[in-house]
Protein backbone atom coordinates (compact mmCIF):
# COMPACT_ATOMS: atom_id res chain seq x y z
CA UNK A 1 0.00 0.00 0.00
CA UNK A 2 1.44 3.45 -1.07
CA UNK A 3 0.36 6.68 0.95
CA UNK A 4 -0.78 7.64 -2.54
CA UNK A 5 -3.80 5.46 -2.88
CA UNK A 6 -6.86 5.84 -0.96
CA UNK A 7 -7.62 3.00 1.75
CA UNK A 8 -9.79 2.82 4.93
CA UNK A 9 -9.40 2.23 8.38
CA UNK A 10 -12.76 0.56 9.79
CA UNK A 11 -13.69 0.24 13.39
CA UNK A 12 -15.31 2.89 16.26
CA UNK A 13 -13.98 6.39 15.67
CA UNK A 14 -13.96 9.12 17.71
CA UNK A 15 -12.16 12.89 17.60
CA UNK A 16 -12.75 16.33 18.49
CA UNK A 17 -13.70 18.86 16.13
CA UNK A 18 -14.29 21.11 18.44
CA UNK A 19 -13.02 21.99 21.65
CA UNK A 20 -16.21 21.13 23.74
CA UNK A 21 -17.26 17.77 22.36
CA UNK A 22 -16.48 14.35 21.07
CA UNK A 23 -18.04 13.19 18.11
CA UNK A 24 -18.04 9.64 17.29
CA UNK A 25 -19.08 6.66 15.12
CA UNK A 26 -19.77 2.55 16.78
CA UNK A 27 -18.52 1.38 13.41
CA UNK A 28 -17.56 3.09 10.28
CA UNK A 29 -14.65 4.04 7.56
CA UNK A 30 -12.00 6.76 7.89
CA UNK A 31 -11.18 7.05 4.03
CA UNK A 32 -7.13 8.56 3.54
CA UNK A 33 -6.26 9.83 0.35
CA UNK A 34 -3.08 11.29 -0.60
CA UNK A 35 -2.08 11.50 3.23
CA UNK A 36 -4.78 13.33 4.41
CA UNK A 37 -8.44 12.32 6.23
CA UNK A 38 -10.84 12.00 3.64
CA UNK A 39 -13.84 11.83 5.81
CA UNK A 40 -15.53 9.66 8.35
CA UNK A 41 -18.39 7.84 6.06
CA UNK A 42 -20.77 5.09 8.04
CA UNK A 43 -21.14 3.36 4.40
CA UNK A 44 -18.48 3.56 1.41
CA UNK A 45 -19.06 5.59 -0.96
CA UNK A 46 -20.06 4.63 -4.11
CA UNK A 47 -16.49 5.64 -5.89
CA UNK A 48 -14.59 4.03 -3.47
CA UNK A 49 -15.82 0.71 -3.14
CA UNK A 50 -12.56 -0.95 -4.30
CA UNK A 51 -10.49 0.37 -2.07
CA UNK A 52 -8.43 -1.44 0.35
CA UNK A 53 -10.39 -1.78 4.22
CA UNK A 54 -8.13 -2.69 6.93
CA UNK A 55 -10.60 -4.47 9.48
CA UNK A 56 -10.68 -3.13 12.91
CA UNK A 57 -13.75 -3.38 13.64
CA UNK A 58 -13.98 -3.75 17.76
CA UNK A 59 -11.07 -1.54 18.06
CA UNK A 60 -11.09 2.46 18.87
CA UNK A 61 -9.48 4.72 16.30
CA UNK A 62 -8.43 7.67 17.10
CA UNK A 63 -5.99 10.95 15.96
CA UNK A 64 -1.90 10.60 16.41
CA UNK A 65 -1.81 12.56 20.06
CA UNK A 66 0.95 15.59 19.73
CA UNK A 67 3.60 15.64 22.69
CA UNK A 68 4.73 19.45 22.25
CA UNK A 69 7.39 18.81 25.20
CA UNK A 70 9.67 16.92 26.08
CA UNK A 71 13.27 16.42 26.42
CA UNK A 72 14.93 13.54 24.63
CA UNK A 73 17.77 13.05 26.54
CA UNK A 74 16.10 12.85 29.93
CA UNK A 75 14.23 9.68 28.94
CA UNK A 76 16.87 6.73 30.57
CA UNK A 77 16.01 8.38 34.13
CA UNK A 78 12.52 8.70 33.42
CA UNK A 79 10.80 8.13 36.74
CA UNK A 80 13.99 9.19 38.95
CA UNK A 81 14.00 12.35 41.02
CA UNK A 82 10.32 12.91 41.35
CA UNK A 83 10.83 13.23 44.77
CA UNK A 84 13.33 15.03 45.55
CA UNK A 85 12.08 18.23 48.24
CA UNK A 86 14.74 19.92 49.48
CA UNK A 87 17.58 21.41 49.11
CA UNK A 88 15.47 21.96 45.83
CA UNK A 89 15.21 21.82 42.78
CA UNK A 90 18.71 22.22 41.38
CA UNK A 91 19.50 18.97 42.65
CA UNK A 92 17.43 17.63 40.40
CA UNK A 93 19.38 19.16 37.55
CA UNK A 94 22.36 17.95 39.42
CA UNK A 95 21.51 14.94 40.06
CA UNK A 96 20.02 13.61 36.87
CA UNK A 97 19.68 16.11 34.05
CA UNK A 98 22.82 18.06 33.66
CA UNK A 99 24.84 14.37 34.34
CA UNK A 100 22.59 13.03 32.10
CA UNK A 101 22.87 15.17 28.78
CA UNK A 102 26.30 15.76 28.97
CA UNK A 103 26.50 11.98 27.83
CA UNK A 104 25.03 12.92 24.68
CA UNK A 105 28.77 13.96 23.43
CA UNK A 106 29.19 10.52 23.26
CA UNK A 107 27.21 9.55 20.19
CA UNK A 108 27.21 5.33 20.72
CA UNK A 109 25.77 6.11 24.22
CA UNK A 110 23.17 8.66 22.32
CA UNK A 111 22.29 6.31 19.51
CA UNK A 112 21.57 3.91 22.32
CA UNK A 113 19.34 6.34 24.53
CA UNK A 114 17.54 7.49 21.47
CA UNK A 115 16.73 4.68 19.64
CA UNK A 116 15.53 3.12 22.84
CA UNK A 117 12.96 6.72 22.99
CA UNK A 118 12.42 6.19 19.41
CA UNK A 119 11.19 2.72 19.74
CA UNK A 120 9.22 3.71 22.53
CA UNK A 121 7.53 6.20 21.05
CA UNK A 122 6.31 4.43 18.34
CA UNK A 123 4.01 2.35 20.88
CA UNK A 124 2.56 4.99 22.24
CA UNK A 125 -0.54 7.05 20.83
CA UNK A 126 2.08 9.99 20.07
CA UNK A 127 2.63 10.74 16.51
CA UNK A 128 4.40 14.32 16.67
CA UNK A 129 6.59 15.20 19.50
CA UNK A 130 8.46 19.18 19.94
CA UNK A 131 11.54 17.45 21.54
CA UNK A 132 14.57 19.15 23.12
CA UNK A 133 17.80 17.70 22.47
CA UNK A 134 20.89 19.05 24.08
CA UNK A 135 23.88 21.02 23.18
CA UNK A 136 25.52 18.50 21.27
CA UNK A 137 25.23 18.86 17.54
CA UNK A 138 26.01 15.48 15.86
CA UNK A 139 23.38 13.76 18.86
CA UNK A 140 20.97 15.98 18.12
CA UNK A 141 21.56 15.46 14.10
CA UNK A 142 21.23 11.38 15.05
CA UNK A 143 17.86 12.00 17.06
CA UNK A 144 16.22 13.74 13.98
CA UNK A 145 17.38 10.86 11.69
CA UNK A 146 16.75 7.99 13.94
CA UNK A 147 12.73 9.93 14.06
CA UNK A 148 13.12 10.31 10.23
CA UNK A 149 13.86 6.94 9.79
CA UNK A 150 10.47 5.87 12.77
CA UNK A 151 8.07 7.51 10.69
CA UNK A 152 6.76 10.09 13.27
CA UNK A 153 7.03 13.34 12.89
CA UNK A 154 9.13 15.82 14.94
CA UNK A 155 10.53 19.51 15.50
CA UNK A 156 14.03 18.74 17.48
CA UNK A 157 16.02 21.44 18.83
CA UNK A 158 19.32 21.52 19.47
CA UNK A 159 19.80 23.60 22.98
CA UNK A 160 21.30 26.50 23.56
CA UNK A 161 23.55 27.23 26.53
CA UNK A 162 26.29 30.20 27.26
CA UNK A 163 25.85 30.95 30.92
CA UNK A 164 24.90 28.93 33.92
CA UNK A 165 25.19 25.63 32.86
CA UNK A 166 27.34 22.58 34.02
CA UNK A 167 30.49 20.97 33.20
CA UNK A 168 30.70 19.88 29.82
CA UNK A 169 27.25 21.14 29.01
CA UNK A 170 28.34 25.32 28.58
CA UNK A 171 29.59 26.69 25.19
CA UNK A 172 30.61 29.65 24.66
CA UNK A 173 28.65 32.31 22.70
CA UNK A 174 29.99 31.81 19.64
CA UNK A 175 30.33 27.92 19.84
CA UNK A 176 26.85 27.47 20.29
CA UNK A 177 25.82 30.37 17.47
CA UNK A 178 28.29 28.72 14.95
CA UNK A 179 26.99 25.01 16.11
CA UNK A 180 23.69 25.91 15.32
CA UNK A 181 24.34 27.72 12.31
CA UNK A 182 25.66 24.21 10.91
CA UNK A 183 23.12 22.16 12.39
CA UNK A 184 20.40 24.35 10.23
CA UNK A 185 22.83 24.04 7.29
CA UNK A 186 22.70 20.51 8.02
CA UNK A 187 19.05 19.53 8.64
CA UNK A 188 17.15 22.50 7.47
CA UNK A 189 15.65 20.45 4.56
CA UNK A 190 16.79 17.23 5.13
CA UNK A 191 13.59 15.43 5.63
CA UNK A 192 9.77 15.77 5.12
CA UNK A 193 8.52 15.47 8.33
CA UNK A 194 10.96 16.01 10.85
CA UNK A 195 12.69 19.71 11.68
CA UNK A 196 15.02 22.10 13.13
CA UNK A 197 13.35 24.45 15.98
CA UNK A 198 15.30 27.08 17.56
CA UNK A 199 15.70 26.15 21.56
CA UNK A 200 17.44 28.10 23.79
CA UNK A 201 17.43 26.61 27.40
CA UNK A 202 15.71 29.52 28.59
CA UNK A 203 16.89 32.90 29.70
CA UNK A 204 19.12 32.14 32.66
CA UNK A 205 21.02 29.86 30.05
CA UNK A 206 21.53 32.09 27.35
CA UNK A 207 23.18 35.72 26.96
CA UNK A 208 21.62 38.53 25.22
CA UNK A 209 24.27 38.07 22.64
CA UNK A 210 23.57 34.25 22.32
CA UNK A 211 20.07 35.06 21.75
CA UNK A 212 20.87 38.01 19.61
CA UNK A 213 22.31 35.12 17.45
CA UNK A 214 19.53 32.91 17.50
CA UNK A 215 17.24 35.08 16.44
CA UNK A 216 18.98 35.97 13.40
CA UNK A 217 19.19 32.15 12.95
CA UNK A 218 15.39 31.56 13.44
CA UNK A 219 14.57 34.71 10.88
CA UNK A 220 17.16 33.28 8.23
CA UNK A 221 16.57 29.91 8.10
CA UNK A 222 12.89 30.62 8.72
CA UNK A 223 12.34 27.68 11.72
CA UNK A 224 10.48 28.26 14.91
CA UNK A 225 11.26 28.63 18.28
CA UNK A 226 10.45 26.86 21.87
CA UNK A 227 11.47 27.82 25.00
CA UNK A 228 10.56 27.62 28.69
CA UNK A 229 8.40 30.43 30.34
CA UNK A 230 7.43 31.31 33.66
CA UNK A 231 7.83 27.61 35.26
CA UNK A 232 8.37 28.70 38.77
CA UNK A 233 8.61 31.84 40.98
CA UNK A 234 12.65 31.60 41.54
CA UNK A 235 13.19 31.34 38.02
CA UNK A 236 11.01 34.48 37.57
CA UNK A 237 12.83 36.13 39.92
CA UNK A 238 16.44 35.13 38.92
CA UNK A 239 15.58 36.52 35.25
CA UNK A 240 14.08 39.46 36.15
CA UNK A 241 17.62 39.68 37.94
CA UNK A 242 19.52 39.06 35.03
CA UNK A 243 17.18 41.60 32.65
CA UNK A 244 16.32 44.46 35.48
CA UNK A 245 14.51 46.61 32.89
CA UNK A 246 11.63 43.93 32.18
CA UNK A 247 8.10 43.91 33.39
CA UNK A 248 7.41 40.36 32.93
CA UNK A 249 9.17 37.48 31.72
CA UNK A 250 8.25 37.14 28.50
CA UNK A 251 9.77 40.24 27.47
CA UNK A 252 13.45 38.59 27.98
CA UNK A 253 11.75 36.60 24.45
CA UNK A 254 9.78 38.97 23.14
CA UNK A 255 13.19 41.56 22.91
CA UNK A 256 14.37 38.86 20.41
CA UNK A 257 11.56 38.18 18.65
CA UNK A 258 10.80 34.62 20.56
CA UNK A 259 7.06 35.60 21.14
CA UNK A 260 5.28 35.00 17.67
CA UNK A 261 6.13 38.21 16.21
CA UNK A 262 8.70 37.12 13.78
CA UNK A 263 8.74 33.02 14.00
CA UNK A 264 6.19 30.59 15.14
CA UNK A 265 7.07 30.51 18.79
CA UNK A 266 5.94 27.34 21.50
CA UNK A 267 6.90 27.93 25.39
CA UNK A 268 6.82 25.49 27.73
CA UNK A 269 4.79 25.57 30.77
CA UNK A 270 3.25 29.22 31.67
CA UNK A 271 2.48 28.60 34.96
CA UNK A 272 3.07 31.70 36.41
CA UNK A 273 2.83 34.03 33.69
CA UNK A 274 1.27 37.70 34.80
CA UNK A 275 -1.30 39.57 32.90
CA UNK A 276 0.36 41.08 30.62
CA UNK A 277 2.13 38.28 29.64
CA UNK A 278 -0.63 36.19 28.77
CA UNK A 279 -2.35 39.01 26.81
CA UNK A 280 1.29 38.85 24.96
CA UNK A 281 1.00 35.03 24.63
CA UNK A 282 -2.90 34.89 23.47
CA UNK A 283 -2.50 38.13 21.39
CA UNK A 284 1.07 36.91 19.37
CA UNK A 285 -0.52 33.22 19.57
CA UNK A 286 2.18 31.64 20.91
CA UNK A 287 1.56 27.86 21.05
CA UNK A 288 1.54 26.88 25.07
CA UNK A 289 2.82 23.30 26.07
CA UNK A 290 0.55 22.76 28.93
CA UNK A 291 2.77 20.09 31.30
CA UNK A 292 0.30 19.48 34.03
CA UNK A 293 2.10 16.03 35.24
CA UNK A 294 5.51 18.47 35.95
CA UNK A 295 3.86 21.43 36.77
CA UNK A 296 1.88 19.44 39.61
CA UNK A 297 4.73 17.40 40.98
CA UNK A 298 7.23 20.53 40.62
CA UNK A 299 5.46 23.64 42.24
CA UNK A 300 2.27 21.74 43.63
CA UNK A 301 0.58 24.45 41.10
CA UNK A 302 -1.36 23.82 37.80
CA UNK A 303 -1.60 26.41 35.44
CA UNK A 304 -4.69 28.58 34.51
CA UNK A 305 -5.12 26.75 31.39
CA UNK A 306 -8.95 27.74 30.60
CA UNK A 307 -7.75 31.20 31.40
CA UNK A 308 -5.85 30.81 28.16
CA UNK A 309 -8.51 29.10 26.04
CA UNK A 310 -11.36 31.33 26.58
CA UNK A 311 -8.59 34.54 25.48
CA UNK A 312 -8.50 32.72 22.49
CA UNK A 313 -4.78 31.06 23.28
CA UNK A 314 -3.16 28.40 21.72
CA UNK A 315 -2.82 25.24 23.87
CA UNK A 316 -1.50 21.66 23.74
CA UNK A 317 -0.24 19.71 26.23
CA UNK A 318 3.26 18.06 26.95
CA UNK A 319 5.09 15.18 28.43
CA UNK A 320 7.74 17.08 29.47
CA UNK A 321 9.94 14.37 29.89
CA UNK A 322 11.43 13.69 32.40
CA UNK A 323 10.53 16.17 34.79
CA UNK A 324 7.33 14.52 33.60
CA UNK A 325 7.17 10.76 34.25
CA UNK A 326 5.73 9.59 31.30
CA UNK A 327 5.31 9.79 27.52
CA UNK A 328 1.99 8.13 27.74
CA UNK A 329 0.00 11.30 26.96
CA UNK A 330 -3.27 9.44 28.04
CA UNK A 331 -1.73 10.15 31.48
CA UNK A 332 -1.34 13.71 30.87
CA UNK A 333 -4.57 14.34 29.58
CA UNK A 334 -6.01 13.03 33.30
CA UNK A 335 -3.72 15.15 34.72
CA UNK A 336 -4.54 17.80 32.93
CA UNK A 337 -7.97 17.78 34.00
CA UNK A 338 -6.62 17.17 37.64
CA UNK A 339 -4.73 20.35 37.35
CA UNK A 340 -7.63 22.36 35.86
CA UNK A 341 -9.89 21.33 38.93
CA UNK A 342 -6.93 22.27 41.26
CA UNK A 343 -6.94 25.45 39.85
CA UNK A 344 -10.65 25.97 40.30
CA UNK A 345 -9.89 24.79 44.39
CA UNK A 346 -7.91 27.32 44.53
CA UNK A 347 -9.37 30.04 42.96
CA UNK A 348 -12.83 29.34 44.64
CA UNK A 349 -10.56 29.21 48.22
CA UNK A 350 -8.69 32.53 47.25
CA UNK A 351 -11.89 34.37 46.01
CA UNK A 352 -9.91 35.05 42.49
CA UNK A 353 -12.45 35.93 39.96
CA UNK A 354 -12.49 33.02 37.92
CA UNK A 355 -14.28 31.11 40.73
CA UNK A 356 -17.19 29.91 38.55
CA UNK A 357 -16.28 25.95 38.27
CA UNK A 358 -14.76 26.39 34.92
CA UNK A 359 -12.78 22.62 34.67
CA UNK A 360 -11.62 20.62 31.79
CA UNK A 361 -13.96 18.14 30.55
CA UNK A 362 -12.52 14.79 29.08
CA UNK A 363 -13.21 16.23 25.55
CA UNK A 364 -11.77 19.01 26.44
CA UNK A 365 -8.10 17.93 27.13
CA UNK A 366 -8.32 15.42 24.55
CA UNK A 367 -8.72 18.25 22.31
CA UNK A 368 -5.80 19.92 23.36
CA UNK A 369 -4.03 16.81 22.93
CA UNK A 370 -4.96 16.17 19.55
CA UNK A 371 -6.51 19.25 17.59
CA UNK A 372 -4.65 21.81 20.06
CA UNK A 373 -1.52 20.80 19.76
CA UNK A 374 -1.69 19.42 16.55
CA UNK A 375 -2.35 23.64 15.44
CA UNK A 376 1.69 23.86 15.80
CA UNK A 377 1.56 21.41 12.68
CA UNK A 378 -1.16 23.08 10.68
CA UNK A 379 -4.16 20.99 10.18
CA UNK A 380 -3.49 18.23 12.63
CA UNK A 381 -4.65 16.13 15.07
CA UNK A 382 -8.21 15.57 14.25
CA UNK A 383 -10.39 13.29 11.79
CA UNK A 384 -12.17 16.62 9.19
CA UNK A 385 -11.95 16.56 5.73
CA UNK A 386 -8.31 17.79 4.74
CA UNK A 387 -6.53 17.30 7.68
CA UNK A 388 -3.22 15.22 8.01
CA UNK A 389 -4.08 11.17 8.25
CA UNK A 390 -2.47 10.65 12.18
CA UNK A 391 -4.36 7.94 13.29
CA UNK A 392 -3.82 5.27 16.26
CA UNK A 393 -6.02 2.02 16.63
CA UNK A 394 -6.26 1.21 19.86
CA UNK A 395 -7.38 -2.74 21.23
CA UNK A 396 -9.59 -2.12 23.98
CA UNK A 397 -10.02 -5.82 24.61
CA UNK A 398 -7.40 -6.18 27.78
CA UNK A 399 -9.78 -3.75 29.57
CA UNK A 400 -12.97 -4.37 28.85
CA UNK A 401 -15.66 -5.42 30.29
CA UNK A 402 -19.05 -7.84 29.58
CA UNK A 403 -21.14 -4.89 29.37
CA UNK A 404 -22.19 -3.14 26.01
CA UNK A 405 -20.05 0.47 26.27
CA UNK A 406 -20.41 3.57 24.16
CA UNK A 407 -17.66 4.64 22.25
CA UNK A 408 -16.83 7.63 24.56
CA UNK A 409 -17.12 5.24 27.61
CA UNK A 410 -14.43 2.89 26.15
CA UNK A 411 -12.12 6.02 25.68
CA UNK A 412 -12.86 7.09 28.67
CA UNK A 413 -11.56 3.86 29.75
CA UNK A 414 -8.60 3.80 28.06
CA UNK A 415 -7.62 6.91 29.10
CA UNK A 416 -8.07 6.58 32.39
CA UNK A 417 -6.14 3.11 32.53
CA UNK A 418 -4.50 2.44 29.18
CA UNK A 419 -1.45 2.87 28.04
CA UNK A 420 1.17 1.51 25.06
CA UNK A 421 -0.53 -2.26 25.22
CA UNK A 422 -3.47 -0.96 23.37
CA UNK A 423 -1.55 0.38 20.52
CA UNK A 424 -2.31 -1.79 17.64
CA UNK A 425 -1.22 0.18 14.68
CA UNK A 426 -0.45 3.72 14.21
CA UNK A 427 -0.25 5.91 10.90
CA UNK A 428 1.49 9.10 10.08
CA UNK A 429 0.52 11.33 7.15
CA UNK A 430 -1.05 7.76 6.01
CA UNK A 431 1.57 5.96 6.37
CA UNK A 432 1.56 2.69 8.57
CA UNK A 433 4.65 3.56 11.28
CA UNK A 434 3.75 0.62 13.73
CA UNK A 435 2.13 -2.47 13.75
CA UNK A 436 2.10 -4.51 17.07
CA UNK A 437 3.82 -7.82 17.11
CA UNK A 438 4.98 -6.68 13.06
CA UNK A 439 9.28 -6.65 12.80
CA UNK A 440 9.15 -6.97 17.01
CA UNK A 441 7.06 -4.17 17.43
CA UNK A 442 9.55 -1.98 15.14
CA UNK A 443 7.61 0.03 12.30
CA UNK A 444 6.26 -1.39 9.29
CA UNK A 445 8.67 -0.48 6.01
CA UNK A 446 7.37 2.24 3.97
FE1 LIG B 1 11.20 21.31 29.99
New binding site residues.
Given amino acids: MTSQQPFALKGAIIHTPTFDRFEYYTDAYLLCQNQKVLGIYEELPEQYQGIQVIDHTGNLIIPGMCDL ?3 APQYPFRGLGQNIEKPDWDSWFDLYAFPEESRYQDLSYAKKAYTKLVNDLLRTATTRVCT ?1 ATIHRPATELLMELLHQSGLCAYVGKVNMDRNSAPGLLETTEETLAETRLWLENCADKYPNVKPIVTPRYTPSCTDAAMEGLSALMNEFQVPVQS ?1 LS ?1 GPDEITWVHQLMPDIDFYGQAYDRFGMMGTTQPSLM ?2 CVFSKEEEIDMLCRNQVMIAH ?1 PD ?1 NLNYSGTAAPILKYVRRGGRVGL ?1 S ?1 VA ?1 GRTLNLFRIILEAIIASKVHWSYCERTGAPDEKRDVLTLANAFYLATKGGGAFWGKVGSFEPGYAFDAVVLDDSRITDFNERSVYERLERMINIGDDRETKEKYVNGRCVYRKGADSDHKEPA
Fill in positions: HQHFHEAHCAGDG
